[in-house]
C-alpha cells in the first residue's frame, strides 16, 4: 500500500486567488494523479503528473488553470490559479502501485468566496 | 456524458440487513471495476474489485457481482454495520489504460 499525505487538508480562498495543494508520498511511484470531487459529484480525472515532464491533463482540464509539479516520485503539487467559487471541490491525489487499485490521499477541501 | 451510474443518492438499511449498492456502466470496454467507500474527511479508500472474467468477487462481508450483458454490478454488504456508513463509489477502468471512471456514489446509511 503507498501512505499519501496532502497539505492543505481544507482551506477558504478568496475569488481571483491561487493556492497550491502539495501531495507527498512515502515510496516512489511512476503513476500519480490529481482528481477532483465537486459537491454532490463523481471523482473527475483532472490530470496525470508526469515525473520529469509535463502533466497530461484530461478534456475540461487546462494547464493555466491547474499547473502541475512533479519534481521526483514521491512528490507533486496542484495549484488552482484564479479561483472563482466553482473551483469549490475536494482535490484528491492518488498514486497507482500497479496493485489493481487506486491509493488516495485524503484530500483537500477548497471553498471558494 | 457520464458512462458510470449510480441512481440511488443514499441508501437507509437496519444493522444486521443486507445492504445492496448498485452500478451500472455504458462503456463495454469497461473490463475492471472497483468499490470504493469513503468517510467525511478522508479519501476514498479500496473496498473490494472484480474483474470482467468473472461474475462475482467476495471478501468477507462484501460480494461484488457482476452483469456483463447488462454492464450493471453490485455490492453487497452482509451483515451490515453501523460503520459501514458512508459513501460508496463504483469505479471502472479498461485494461491497458491508467484511467479510473467513478460514479457519483451512493451514501450508506446504517441504522443502529
Known amino acids: 500500500s503507498a501512505v499519501i499525505s496532502q497539505k492543505p487538508s481544507r482551506d477558504i480562498c478568496q475569488r481571483g486567488t491561487s493556492l497550491t495543494i502539495q501531495c507527498q508520498v512515502d515510496?516512489?511511484?511512476?503513476?500519480m494523479f490529481w482528481y477532483r470531487q465537486q459537491p454532490g459529484q463523481s471523482l473527475t480525472l483532472i490530470a496525470t503528473a508526469n515525473q520529469g515532464s509535463e502533466a497530461t491533463y484530461e478534456s475540461g482540464f487546462v494547464i493555466d488553470k491547474f499547473p502541475i509539479s512533479r519534481p521526483n516520485l514521491t512528490f507533486s503539487t496542484l495549484t488552482v490559479s484564479n479561483m472563482s467559487p466553482e473551483d469549490s471541490s475536494i482535490y484528491l491525489c492518488?498514486?497507482?502501485?500497479?496493485?489493481?487499485?487506486?491509493?488516495f490521499g485524503e484530500g483537500s477541501r477548497l471553498t471558494v468566496l | 456524458d457520464q458512462q458510470v451510474k449510480q441512481n440511488s443518492p443514499s441508501l437507509s438499511v437496519q444493522e444486521g440487513r443486507i445492504s445492496i449498492l448498485n452500478c451500472d456502466y455504458t462503456n463495454s470496454m469497461f473490463d475492471y471495476f472497483l468499490w470504493y467507500k469513503k468517510y467525511p474527511a478522508e479519501g476514498p479508500t479500496f473496498l473490494i474489485s472484480?474483474?470482467?472474467?468473472?461474475d462475482k468477487n467476495e471478501d468477507g462481508r462484501f460480494t461484488v457481482f457482476l452483469n456483463k450483458s447488462a454492464k450493471h454490478l453490485s455490492l453487497h454488504i452482509v451483515p451490515s454495520q453501523p460503520g459501514d456508513s458512508a459513501v460508496y463509489f463504483c469505479a471502472a477502468s479498461e485494461t491497458g489504460t491508467y484511467k479510473y471512471i467513478f460514479g457519483t456514489g451512493t451514501r450508506l446509511k446504517v441504522l443502529a
Open positions: 515510496s516512489q511511484v511512476t503513476m
Open positions: 472484480i474483474s470482467s472474467i468473472k
Open positions: 492518488s498514486v497507482d502501485l500497479n496493485l489493481g487499485e487506486l491509493f
